[in-house]
């Protein structure tokens, strides 16, 4: 069985993907506003959401993207804890980095670069 690992900018992502299962072009809105950050480029974001899809963090349904509920639940587990977003990412980060998960499923379908481009051009 293969192990998947995440890295920082990866964790950021999945930490700002809403509760709701939404678009692209959303998820990548929360990354920016959360992280103030420009968003990420599409390999960054297709390579964390087929890890995450791998682990079975990340699902694709209805042409949304959603994180599993008990993922969602660890991912935010500081933020009723934490004084800001800021202190519950750094701390989910710190439990989810660098930490060997199994890959227990496919890659069901990953954004194109065509429909990511689309999402882009959406924020502007």
């Known amino acids: 069985m293969n192990k998947i690992r995440f890295n920082i900018g990866e964790a950021e992502l999945l930490y700002s993907f ?3 299962a939404s678009d692209v072009g959303t998820i990548i809105r929360c ?7 420009a968003p990420p480029t599409y390999d ?7 890890k995450a899809m791998k682990a ?3 699902r694709r349904e209805d042409g949304k993207y959603a994180v599993d509920r008990d993922w969602y639940d660890r991912i935010h587990l500081a933020d009723a804890t934490s004084g800001n977003e800021i202190e519950s990412l750094i701390e989910f ?3 989810f980095v660098d930490v060997d998960f199994d890959e227990i499923t496919d890659v069901v379908s990953v954004p194109s670069a065509d ?4 999402a882009l051009a959406t924020l502007h």
């Open 93 to 95: 980060e710190s439990s």
């Open 115 to 118: 429909e990511y481009r689309s």
């Open 31 to 37: 990354f920016t506003f959360l992280n103030r950050a």
């Open 18 to 20: 809403p509760k709701p």
């Open 56 to 58: 079975g963090i990340v």
């Open 44 to 50: 960054e974001f297709t390579h964390c959401v087929s």
